[in-house]
């Protein structure tokens, strides 16, 4: 029975309303983490120094930080706006969405199935709440997608597709795969266009010139890339596996490394019926029409040519950059894929039975989230003792100088600090013998707001502390160090979560 169009209207805006709501729902329960902090930092400073900051950071191109920048003009800094900020984008990325699936000449159905994938996606969901430029990379990657559907179709959107591959690009760099994956398209398929598509790329490569050239510069001065990707590890076996439950995850996302990396109660149902629907679908492959395999090859070009790409440059090169956040790219185009393979399935009841298991799987997901307790991160001790000590120090005439240990814990409390009229100074100790740090967490190049040391370069009267452990440990660094230069310590305040504690401690010189 064919539903009214008023009705199909409805249940797509239904469908929508709680895309917006998924994503808006515990929004601003976290503190900002280490990288949304940069991106707020950066989008405070003048605009020279924006520029310096952002090239020298060598991994993300500026576009993100720029309208970051707009928008803290607009509406400030709290919480809620700057988490906002990426919620926005992904709410109008419903737009080419949409658009998409109309140029595709989705049916009701699927476009029903792939919004309700597209708005549940776990993953989806947790990068549109992040300060960071993954929606906008879903935003422009999806109009870039819609164009050029158009283009393939018809011949026409090139300047269109054009300009926005521009943006994509300035947002991040793996937009260049979506470049290639739609370059890719032309020259198997319609290379009578092949001319165009080669203009549209001279463009798009003409106009990231000036970047490159800024990049450049940037990486004459201290620069080292191993720094922003020597922790990422090669994509092998296990990797590649949690990257295919994440493309199907619903609702759930691992926040920290704490957390399950998936609800397999969940994820391995909704994965049987993904094969068992493109096994279907592969069995009445031959029976589609010319227009139908194109669209597919189309889906399947956005899919795995940023794959493959992100793949093999992962290997062959000195450092991974393989990553869920970077190939949220490839998500929409496979949950079309997804939809498009169930609506096909000529059994009805096998169709009635695994769409009512999806949407079963869908519901227990969404009630074990709306149990999960809210989340406390150990990240998030630095802001809360730094808030207190501004409260305690506050009517202290010299500066209060904090000592840590660690670049992640420097940043942190710099940035919640940063107001305070240099009443704090923050000063970060190398070397210490007997402490680890997470080298993937490193304070900005070409910021000088934190002083760097090494342990016996540590003086002063009386200063504080601020350190992470399982334990309160005099007989451990960095207490143990102090203890020995003839230093009181004095009763921590202790914020614990993760099964650490983070300690911020006063520390006095013996008389």
Known sequence: MKLPDKT???????????????????????????????????????????????????????????????????????LFWLRFFPVFFSVLAVVPFLLLCRELKLNFLTIALASTFFAANGSLIKYAQEVRMYSLVLFFGLFSMWFFAGFFNRGKNLWFLTLVNILLVYTHYFGWFVVASEVAVILILQRIKARQILLMLTATALSFAPWIFALWQASNINSNVAQNLGWISKPNFAIVLQFVFNLFEPIYFEQSSADKTAI??????????????????????????????????????????????????????????????????????????????????????????????????????????????????????????????????????EPTKIYVFEDLVAYHFWFALRDSDRRFQVVKVNEIIGLTEDKAYFLPRGFDEVQTINENEIEGGRFFVAFRDKEWNEAKPPLRNLIAKGYQIGEPEVFEAQGLKAFLVRVWKKN
């Open 8 to 78: 199909r209207r409805l249940i797509i805006a239904s469908i929508f309303v709680v895309y917006v709501l998924l994503r808006l729902w515990n929004l601003t329960d976290s503190c900002l983490w280490f990288d949304e902090i940069f991106s707020a930092h950066v989008a405070e400073l003048d605009w020279q120094n924006f520029v310096r900051l952002v090239a020298q950071d060598l991994i993300h191109p500026p576009l993100f930080y720029f309208l970051l920048k707009i928008w803290i003009a607009i509406g400030g800094e709290n």
């Open 264 to 397: 397999l109660l969940i994820t391995l149902p909704i994965l049987a019926i993904v094969i068992l629907a493109f096994g279907f679908y592969l069995a009445v492959w031959k029976s589609e029409t010319k227009t139908d395999k194109h669209k597919i090859y189309l889906l399947l070009s956005f899919i795995f040519v940023p794959l493959l790409a992100a793949f093999v440059a992962s290997w062959i090169l000195p450092y991974s950059v393989w990553g869920t956040r970077h190939l949220s790219i490839v998500f929409v185009p496979t949950q079309i894929l997804f939809a498009i393979a169930l609506t096909k399935i000529r059994f009805w009841q096998l169709k009635t039975a695994g769409l009512s298991l999806i949407f079963l799987l869908f519901g227990a997901a969404f009630l074990l989230q709306a149990k999960r307790a809210e989340p406390r991160y150990i990240w998030c001790a630095w802001e809360n003792l730094a808030r207190s000590l501004r409260q305690t120090q506050s009517d202290l005439n």
